[in-house]
């Protein structure tokens, strides 16, 4: 499924995060194809794109403790090709 990235505004110590691992974002205006759809870790619906592969990175899991993983991107900060917000429908074949 292909989407415009609407906001690439990342918080500071995101991006500082970011940048301590090599991490590239996404840029406003720019086209991505969906390559996968996972829980973000705010609990949101979070996205990998095929024009960007990141590195894994890690996260404190409350469970299974330090967990390392490609970081994922909020499905809000992105439109359809005709500018609505993506519905959780729409992604629902991006994993087949």
Known sequence: MEVICTNDNFPAPVLAFYAEFGI???????MYTIRQVKRHTTGDTGV???EIKNPDVPVKHPVMGEVWFEPTFNINR???????????????????
């Open 24 to 30: 590239q974002t996404p840029k406003r205006d720019q």
């Open 48 to 50: 990998l794109l095929n």
């Open 78 to 96: 992105f439109a359809t090709l005709m500018g609505q917000p993506v519905m959780k429908e729409e992604l629902e074949d991006v994993n087949v």
